[in-house]
């Protein structure tokens, strides 16, 4: 059986700048000077994961690799490029993604698992352990908008820790929090790590904790491929790039 998850070859995204916009009088009047800059974020990105792999993405900030986690769950289209995830659901642990401000964290547990596709009755069920395990106590109750980094990430991580998806995307959410909810965490990603039949794709500045969870280290420089290969190696690489 093929064991390949996930398949990206040749991904492109691109954005446009959206300071310095010119005032309402000035846009019927003249063009913004440049209004075709484009801000190339990921070029040309291609890599496969395999079924029960833990793929870790390092690179300095602003290297594309939020942005990239972002199409590859579907919330950014790829200006080029093709993402195969061979039937596979996904879901994505990133702070404030896909949360409605508005609607309290309860809501937002019902909608979040409905937007992967589970039944309302089913997120009802699971609600239970995902608000226990967030612990952010009579906030779960109050609209997202008044939580802090800090409970907007302990809800993210709740959520898509304690639903079943084939593969899972984490953005730095591990590196959020009290040092306690930290390693209660770290215990928790270990345990589904161990399920093999799931595939992680991590991104973070932690390296210890790439180091000693990921199988491979892609490491993503100005949107490209830098290197990709052995987790050791590839970090004390990056990390030497970074010392120079």
């Known amino acids: 059986m093929d064991d390949i998850s996930m398949k990206v070859e040749n991904l492109c995204i691109d954005y446009r700048p959206l300071k ?3 005032s309402i009088k000035k846009v019927f009047h003249e063009l913004p000077k440049d209004k ?5 974020a990921v070029k040309n990105v291609s890599f496969e994961t395999k079924r029960g792999e833990i793929l870790g993405i390092i690179g300095k900030n602003g290297s ?3 942005t990239m ?4 769950a579907g919330i950014f289209r790829p200006d080029e490029g093709n993402i195969d995830l061979r039937g596979n659901s996904i879901s994505l642990m990133s702070i404030g993604v896909g949360f409605n401000e ?4 309860r809501k937002n547990i019902i909608l979040s698992g409905m937007l ?8 009802i069920e699971k609600s239970k352990d995902i608000i226990e395990f967030a612990e952010i ?3 779960i109750d109050m609209p997202v908008r008044t939580y802090s980094s800090g409970m907007h990430s302990k809800l993210a991580f709740a959520i898509t820790a304690n639903l079943d998806t084939d593969i899972m995307l984490v953005d730095e959410v591990l590196a959020v929090g009290d040092e306690r909810f930290r390693q209660k965490s770290l215990e ?19 390296m210890n904790t790439m180091a000693e969870l990921c199988d491979r280290i892609l490491w993503i420089n100005d949107g490209e491929v830098k290197e990709i290969g052995d987790t050791q190696k590839v970090i004390d690489d990056y990390i030497a790039f970074m010392n120079l």
């Open 64 to 66: 594309g690799k939020s």
């Open 69 to 72: 986690l972002k199409a590859l």
């Open 102 to 105: 508005d609607s309290t964290g």
């Open 116 to 123: 992967l596709g589970f039944t309302e009755e089913e997120m």
């Open 137 to 139: 106590g009579d906030f």
């Open 36 to 40: 075709n800059k484009v801000i190339h």
């Open 188 to 206: 928790k990603m270990k345990t589904l790590i161990t399920d093999k039949n799931r595939t992680v794709i991590m991104v973070s500045h932690e």
């Open 20 to 22: 310095n916009l010119p």
